[in-house]
């Protein structure tokens, strides 16, 4: 946050332009004609296009303004907004609503990553459909070259966009003052649409004038005016709530209404519709190859923007531990949140181009536009209700009645949309189920494994495993035990990373920590125990917790935030920066571990399909240690232990094969390394939460 503290107001006013409004600032394009030349094709009348136009306006206002700009920026977690804050600040409350609240944002960022995907397609293509209008001979140029634009958009993502972000917020100002000369342009011809705008009167007495249907029609048309409001509060932690307010309320805001009265007057005027397209319709023909370009450089702009965030989401839910481990490139070292991720990429950019190939024109893709993100926009409210009743302190007679009416008018925004659902609302919808699925099943093997390894070093405390240190090093380096088996000092250094913190000798001892000693009968003279922790924060102040448990053994509990980037090898070599250890860490080797899922057949079919998928997850997820930077030159000192963790309809542990060579070796002698068998934990306990 010292970065938004050094820049000036205007400067980050000007980049949210940019990162923030280009999805909304771009449904101008699509969404008057959605109304009255879409699907639902509601009759050009003085009453409707009055009462359409108001009845965005109102939208723009009850959602945009109060809901985000206003309510939701309020709940920021360490200064950071969107559907995973709200799963942070959801997670420091143990109450019965908790679960099914983390459950459904869950859902929800599932339902983003279907956004993800149709808004660089609608965008692209409403920008580039004007040639319909400037050269109806060129309308079949316009689905290759918008398949061009958005292949080299995600093909140049990999580039990294630090030094043409810098023009972003520019030329989105220049689009925002177009729209609003453009309506000015028509609203002094017709200056009474003003009015009409503004009054509630207008949107109700068209609300209560049509039938059920199209009614149902019209909202959903609307309601394409105020997708990508969510991007308010998602990109909160880019720039501060003043630059994203101000962005709001000084340029965005009374743009979209100009243009939109605009638009509206147009139609009152009886003014003639080129190529089916409104929009291009109110340019003047001077300027419409212009126009445009400029509206294809703000949808790429909105696009991109788009892109960065599905990045950003998909960075937070794997630091957050809810989605498998993907490659993540930083595109620019002085900023963290610059970030490529090569599978989001790639499955965006083929996700799009189908779905421009698949529907053709923005009217059908329209219709597939909308359901996914009016259900983002109801969890959201629902969220916020039991955030100002448990975080905000507000009274329930308060709040009820609040966030109670703004998740009525989005349950009317989800029902609107379900007439969409047939026409390709399941697609956007269906993606976000897959990606729920996927958060859902991951999550689910993790708490699995988890169970595995509590279950594996119940009976053993890290004061155990130094105790036996220290008894091998009292005998000269050499112990034999009752089971004619011998352990050793080794003058080794071994960097164990772990994946839980330890604390003090009463800390249970690591599994991979457990499986060394056995297999190799061998204890390092110098050891660190590393554990990187990603907390539901943003950012930490502080990032290392350093113990010293018995002399030459360390533990390092090394924190960061879900927004930051831990890296192991980056936390090892400042750790020898500071001078904490001595020299005979120096030269040391890093022993990881990796699990091998093994899964048993006489599993219920449920469990066992969920068994399945998570395995496969697991084998496509990087492994943890490759996800906490330990490559390259690095992965010349690791050592990797197999981990084999068993899964049956008994229950789940860790399992280790033990060949005894005589029966009268089987007891266990307390005093050395002899494990107990792990039981099983029962089945009812593996399956709940």
């Known amino acids: 946050m010292a970065t938004l503290e050094r820049t000036s107001t205007a400067a980050l006013t000007l980049a949210a332009l940019g990162i923030i409004y280009g999805d909304i600032g771009t449904s101008p394009l699509y969404t008057m004609n959605e109304v009255f030349l879409g699907s639902g094709q509601l009759p050009i009348t003085p009453q409707n296009v009055a009462g359409a136009a108001s009845i965005i306006f109102w939208m723009l206002i009850l959602v945009v303004s109060f809901k985000y700009a206003f309510m939701a920026l309020r709940a920021d977690h360490e200064g950071e907004g969107g559907v ?280 059908r893709l329209a219709a597939a536009y909308g359901f996914a993100v009016a259900g983002v926009m109801l969890s959201t409210s629902i969220t916020l209700m039991a955030v100002s009743i448990q975080h905000w302190r507000w009274h329930p007679a308060l709040a009820v009645p609040v966030f109670g009416s703004l998740i009525l008018l989005d349950s009317g925004f989800v029902i609107a949309n379900s007439l969409k659902f047939a026409d390709g609302g399941y697609i956007p919808f269906s993606l976000g189920v897959c990606a729920f699925f996927i958060i859902a099943t991951w999550r689910w093997g993790r708490r699995i494994m988890r169970r595995a390894y509590d279950g594996y070093v119940a009976e053993r405390s890290l004061g155990w495993y130094l105790d036996i240190k220290k008894r091998v090093e009292d005998a000269g380096g050499i112990l034999h035990d009752s089971r004619r088996r011998s352990l050793a000092t080794i003058d080794r250094a071994v960097i164990f990373l772990i994946s839980r913190p330890i604390k003090n000798r009463e800390s249970r001892v690591p599994v991979k920590v457990r499986l060394h000693l056995k297999r190799l009968g061998a204890i390092p003279k110098n050891i660190l125990f590393l554990n990187i922790e990603v907390m539901p924060y943003a950012y930490v102040k502080r990032h290392y917790e350093i113990v010293e448990l018995a002399p030459h053994v360390y533990a390092v509990h090394a924190i960061f935030g879900f927004m930051e980037s831990p890296d192991a090898s980056k936390v090892i070599r400042d750790l020898y920066k500071r001078r904490l250890f001595d020299k005979g860490f120096r030269r040391c080797a890093i022993e990881v571990s990796e699990d091998e899922f093994i899964i048993d057949k006489d599993l219920p079919l449920r469990y066992y399909v969920l068994a399945r998928f998570f395995k496969y997850l697991y084998k496509v997820s990087l492994p943890r240690y490759r996800y906490f930077g330990l490559r390259g030159t690095v992965s010349a000192g690791l050592s990797k232990t197999v981990v084999p963790v068993r899964v049956c309809a008994r229950g789940v542990r860790i399992e280790i094969p033990e060949f005894p060579l005589h029966a009268e070796h089987d007891a266990i002698d307390p005093d050395t390394l002899e494990q107990i068998e792990p039981e099983f934990v029962p089945i009812r306990e593996m399956y709940r939460g």
């Open 84 to 363: 995973f804050a709200l799963f942070g600040i959801m997670q420091q409350y143990k109450g019965r609503l908790a679960v099914p609240l983390s459950f459904m944002l869950m859902f929800a960022a599932g339902l983003l990553f279907g956004e993800g995907i149709i808004t660089p397609a609608i965008t692209v293509l409403s920008a580039v459909e004007g040639l319909k209008v400037a050269a109806p001979d060129l309308g079949h140029l316009v689905l290759p070259l918008v398949i061009t634009i958005l292949f080299l958009v995600f093909l140049f993502q990999k580039r990294g966009t630090a030094q043409v972000a810098k023009v972003y917020g520019p030329i989105m100002f220049v689009w925002f003052a177009s729209l609003a000369l453009l309506g000015i342009r028509q609203i002094v011809q017709y200056p009474s649409i003003l009015l009409d705008v503004i009054d509630p009167r207008s949107a109700t007495h068209l609300l209560f004038s049509i039938d059920g249907k199209s009614l149902m029609w019209l909202i959903g048309a609307a309601f394409l005016a105020i997708t990508g409001s969510e991007a308010l509060y998602a990109d909160l932690g880019h720039l501060g709530k003043r630059a994203v307010r101000m962005g709001w309320f000084a340029i965005v805001l009374p743009a979209l209404v100009l243009n939109y009265a605009g638009q509206g007057a147009y139609l009152l005027r009886g003014g003639a519709i080129h190529g089916n397209n409104l929009f291009f319709s109110i340019v003047p023909d001077i300027l419409l190859y212009p126009m445009i370009a400029l509206a294809t450089a703000a949808a790429i702009i909105a696009s991109v923007a788009l892109i960065f965030g599905i990045y950003s989401l998909t960075s937070q839910a794997i630091a957050l531990n809810l989605f498998p481990r993907l490659k993540i490139l930083h595109t620019n070292w002085r900023s963290r949140g610059q970030i490529y991720i090569p599978a989001i990429n790639w499955a965006l950019c083929f996700g799009s181009v189908s779905l421009v190939l698949i529907f053709g024109s923005v009217t």
